[in-house]
């Protein structure tokens, strides 16, 4: 079983910045891919993120290219997500996810685990 955890959400100005994190425990595997997706209120869950465990490739949605980043760090068994010039369309409940494999890893219905969200505010 795999348990994820995120946190670092919060309210933050526009332009400014917050660094999200997701502990993982369990059994995650070198061919894992972790993402992170976002829920916007009334709308549907939107692919941000994600990085195979086992390169060194990431992928972004297009919204936010340029603008974060994320990032695993082995020894503290986390994957973070730095989110810089945040907009206030950039306000969601922002979710890590883990699942076997890369092929469709911008959707969500591919990945197996979730953690229970983390929500940024981004005000004007």
């Known amino acids: 079983q795999v348990q994820l955890v995120e946190s670092g959400g919060g309210l933050v100005q526009a332009g400014g910045s917050l660094r999200l994190s997701c502990a993982t425990s369990?059994?995650?595997?070198?061919?894992?891919?972790m993402g992170w997706f976002r829920q916007a209120p009334g709308k549907s869950q939107e692919f941000v993120a994600a990085?195979?465990?086992?390169?060194?490739?990431?992928y972004y949605a297009d919204s936010v290219k340029g603008r974060f980043i994320i990032s695993r760090d082995n020894a503290k068994n986390t994957v973070n997500l730095q989110m810089n010039s945040l907009k206030p369309e950039d306000t969601a409940v922002y979710y890590c996810?883990?699942?076997?494999?890369?092929?469709?890893?911008?959707?969500?219905?591919?990945?197996?685990?979730w953690g229970q969200g983390t929500r940024v505010t981004v005000s004007s």
């Open positions: 996810a883990a699942r076997p494999g890369t092929v469709g890893l911008t959707r969500p219905d591919e990945y197996r685990y």
């Open positions: 369990g059994r995650i595997f070198s061919n894992y891919t």
């Open positions: 990085v195979p465990l086992n390169s060194g490739n990431t």
